[in-house]
């Protein structure tokens, strides 16, 4: 295929710095994860008339333009959560992305849901209003949110540009009633992705590994990229004063666990071993909204001086090889990474593949 802008053969695994090894023991409990939270905003339909699959190219380069080159005339209003992406779009990033798992996309003649619909491993999941839905569930869409593609900004957005609409919202979205009453996607599409449908599925896809100094245990999409990530991050080290800084102060990392995202129905991310924190142990600098929000800070209003974040010369390290960074959330999460190749290619990245 001609997907790939580079691939690396000579995959090699450095560890050229070690730090103390301790195990996967952190009472992980005390963590609360959350993801990004985005609202889906109408609920209108998304695409009128879809290609058929033969029209659906992938294309040489890995940048996939933000206008929709098949669907000239597409109607106001198709958005998928925040972003302003089309679904032949979305489904050429994870065709992208995951090409073991993802093959292939098809037109549906179904005059009541004329939609595309993917195949994820051995399931058909259709386009339904931005879910993607098994045959069986197609009818029942509107008990699910929509599947998560949000505008992912190129820089830290700065809270002091806040107008006050936006932070009566967000106020209204991080509060505690609204997150345990939101809905959220359908799982089985995740299942799908990440072959893992239960803990017991852990023992084909979650890898153990170690990742500055520490022992994690990631899923094998992101074995690979993570390994690269280190040994980018190491190389650092000779020139960049603030990154050996930065290895110091993440004294704790953590990567898998089966958990739900915090006060949410939803499950984190962490659940399928894609996202990996990075944690300053004992700062009081802010981190995580939440923390900071149960705290009682007027956390929306608070300067990014207050935040600790990573280097953004680290940040750009993961980006490149399909990690997005929760700190570029509004309801940000400085020290958590998490493999999604395909939301950053609909944002316009360029991703590495190491395949
Ligand atoms: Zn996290």
């Known amino acids: 295929m001609k997907i790939l802008i580079l691939i690396f053969f000579f995959f090699s695994f450095t560890f050229t710095q070690s730090k103390d090894s301790n195990l996967f023991e952190e009472n992980l409990d005390n963590i609360n994860i959350d993801s990004n939270i985005s609202l889906l905003k109408n609920e209108t339909p998304l695409v009128e008339e879809v290609p058929s699959v033969e029209e659906i190219t992938i294309p040489t380069t890995i940048k996939i333009p933000l206008t929709n080159e098949i669907n000239e005339e597409e109607p106001e209003g198709k958005s998928v959560e925040d972003g302003d992406f089309s679904i032949p779009n979305i489904f050429r990033s994870l065709l992208i992305s995951y090409p073991d798992v993802v093959t292939k996309v098809k037109k549906v003649d179904n005059p009541y849901h004329p939609d595309l619909a993917i195949r994820v491993r051995d399931k058909i999941f259709y386009n339904v209003q931005g879910r993607f839905l098994p045959e069986e ?49 359908y799982p089985g599409f995740n299942e799908a992705l990440y072959g893992m449908k239960s803990l017991s599925d852990t023992n084909t896809q979650i890898i153990k590994a170690r990742f500055l100094g520490k022992q994690v245990l990631v899923h094998q999409f992101s074995y690979k990229p993570l390994m690269k990530v280190q040994e980018e991050i190491y190389k650092l080290t000779n020139t960049h004063p603030e990154v050996v800084q930065f290895l110091r102060e993440g004294d704790t990392v953590y990567s898998f666990f089966w958990r739900n995202i915090a006060n949410s129905k939803g499950r984190s991310l962490h659940s399928y071993g894609i996202a990996v924190d990075v944690l300053k142990e004992g700062s009081t600098d802010a981190v995580y909204w939440l923390w900071r929000q149960n705290q009682k800070i007027d956390w929306i209003r ?54």
Do not use: C
């Not at 390290?317 to 958590?336: L, P, R, S």
């Open 137 to 185: 569930e197609r009818d029942h869409w509107k008990k699910y949110s929509s599947n998560t593609f949000y505008d992912y900004a190129k820089s830290i957005p700065d809270p002091l540009q806040r107008t006050k609409k936006e932070i009566q919202l967000m106020k209204k979205q991080g509060s505690k009633n609204y997150r345990k009453r939101k809905k959220s996607t």
């Open 302 to 355: 608070e300067p990014i001086s207050v935040r600790w974040n990573p280097p953004l010369t680290v940040v750009e390290i993961f980006e490149k090889h399909g990690f997005v960074w929760g700190g570029k959330w509004n309801f940000y999460d400085t020290m958590h990474f998490e493999y999604r190749p395909d939301l950053l290619l609909l944002n316009g990245y360029e991703v590495i593949f190491v395949r």
